[in-house]
């Protein structure tokens, strides 16, 4: 597919869509552990993963991003399966290859937050532990690395750096929790304005908070910076109290902390999802997905709201035909008058 448009042919043309969220999807479906949050099913269950890019895709994900978040040294330590560490990244990148290839879709490498940056002192370490993802995904052909959820400016710029090394284009998002601003003291787009000096072609947020929560700064990003715009919210209905997901609090919980196992009373509808959308278009954001927590139906509410029918479209609601509450004229009148009473 040498003469396919990549990442930023496709933007120029019109909004892309990320889907992301495999770590919460796949966690639901009872094959990832909350918690650790250790993408593990990628060696043991590799048809889910194939099974979840593929999903995504029909609901109209312009890109299948391989699940390799998570899947970094630091974190394969912690469950004692460092040992694993290339084999489970080669795996993750494979598995998204072929349904990429398969869908004329583009194919995303991925880094993210290595829970080890405390600042410049350790910023060789982190580097080391992007160059190896990166270097993997470089040999699998991806189109471009996504670099997402740092807190740190530090830690996004070393990410940016890197992929750039790689000779590839590079998508870096921060991630605000309640206190919007990094953890080394810039607002976002004060961070954001360094990662465009660094070389990415694509800066902006993902994860944490929700479409409320998130808007208000994609609008300083955007006004901030020249290049693309990405905005990845989690689909849950965050506030100005209580601004990240991980904030978000639940009496049934047991600490009262919704996060991450009671989110969903929490969660967006696709309704919300459309409405987001057509906001973030609003501002100049053009690459959009929906983070932690997305389901294929946020990503073909997605796909509606810029005007897109994917495959899944074909299934979207059509309530003239349900029995109480439809319109079709064949419909018994003693069950839409009974509509009333459900």
Known sequence: MADAPGLLERLDAGPVICAEGYLFELERRGYVQAGAFVPEVVLEHPEKVTELHREFVHAGSDVVEAFTYYAHREKLRIIGREHLLERINRQALDLARDVARETGTLLAGNVCNTNVYIGEASRDTVRGMFEEQVGWAADAGVDFVIGETFSWTGEALAATEVIKAAGLPAVVTLTPHSDPDTRDGLDVAEACRALEAAGADVVGLNCARGPETMLPLLEEVRAAVSVHVAALPVPYRTHAAEPSMQSLRDPVAPDRRAFPSGLDPFTCTRHEITRFTADALALGVDY?????????????????????????????????????LGTDPTLKTEYQDYARRL
């Open 288 to 324: 959009l997905g929906v983070c932690c927590g997305a389901a294929p139906h946020h990503i073909r509410a997605m796909a509606e709201a810029i005007g897109r029918t994917p495959p899944a479209s074909r299934y979207s609601a059509d309530m003239s035909k349900h029995a109480y």
